[in-house]
């Protein structure tokens, strides 16, 4: 999949692209099929709410789960961003989102470079995040809310915020978010249905909502970088920041509908070189 000129422009301007169910319902239900079991597993790499025991963020699934490790090599979401990138690109971060029904508390206004510049030391914003909608997303379930144009802002003042959710995260001051909606940004929260794709930028300011609905709304992450940028810090846990920089080499587009062998390194347990942080830099 390539980007047009019209694209790539609307990139440049306002930080995202979307694109509504970019992915069938077949290609889909193996991914939907599998997150219960994911959920269900005692690993650290599952982040549970701070008040509920629902699953707020799966980390590194394509370790150890085969439909999302063909997931993390499609051709669909790997070539754009080698495209903008101009760079061959490595999973920095692959994360399961589970905002669900009742349970889904809010991720707070924030960059995810943000996170990647102080927790990683990820030396510029020549990352990419790609969200895949797993459910439909509505009005109602909490969905991704942004401020087009805020990447052209690049790195904001950031707080580290510890206590609101059970993850922490390096968040923007309300003012500044006032300052950026007030100043010709606005808002907006793309929703579509299962199998739509958002691409945004990594300094692209966004937020979420709880979700107070009925509706689970759960979306996977990959967050992808540029080789050459790659992170210098191995503060946190290998599975939320990965250490591994191997060019991803794309699979098939019918990728999730054929079983191409793939490597699951990780499906007999967590390494434990990888549940902590390490003190050397790359």
Aim: net charge negative; aromatic share 10%; charged share 20%.
């Amino acid at each position: 999949m390539k980007l047009s000129q019209d694209q790539i422009e609307q990139f440049d301007r306002d930080g995202y692209l979307f694109f509504p169910a970019l992915f069938s319902p077949e290609e889909v239900a193996p991914l939907v099929e599998e997150v219960p079991r994911l959920y269900a597993q005692q690993r650290p790499e599952n982040i549970r709410e701070k008040d509920s025991d629902s699953v707020r963020t799966n980390f590194a699934a394509h370790m150890y789960s085969a439909p999302f490790a063909r997931l993390a090599r499609h051709p669909r979401m790997i070539e754009p961003v080698r495209q903008l990138l101009d760079d061959d690109v490595y999973m920095h971060q692959f994360k399961i989102n589970g905002k669900m029904a009742f349970d889904g508390d809010v991720w707070q206004w924030h960059q995810d470079y943000g996170t990647w510049l102080n927790d990683d030391q990820m030396p510029t914003p020549r990352a990419m995040n790609i969200a895949i909608f797993l459910d439909e997303v509505n009005e109602f379930n909490g969905p991704l809310i942004f401020i087009p144009g805020s990447h052209k802002m690049g790195a904001l003042e950031a707080g580290h915020d510890t206590r609101t959710t059970s993850y922490p995260l390096w968040t923007i001051s309300n003012d500044n978010i006032r300052h950026l909606v007030s100043h010709g940004g606005g808002l907006v929260a793309p929703k579509g249905p299962a199998g739509s794709l958002l691409m945004f930028h990594s300094c692209l300011v966004h937020a979420s909502t709880s979700n107070l609905s009925p509706w689970n709304r759960v979306s996977v992450y990959l967050s992808l970088c540029a080789v050459q940028n790659h992170i210098r810090r191995f503060k946190r846990p290998g599975y939320i920041a990965h250490r591994d920089f191997t060019p991803i080499t794309p699979l098939p587009d019918d990728c999730l509908v054929n079983p191409y062998p793939v490597d699951l390194p990780w499906k007999d347990g967590t390494p434990p070189a990888e549940q902590q942080g390490l003190q050397q830099a790359a």
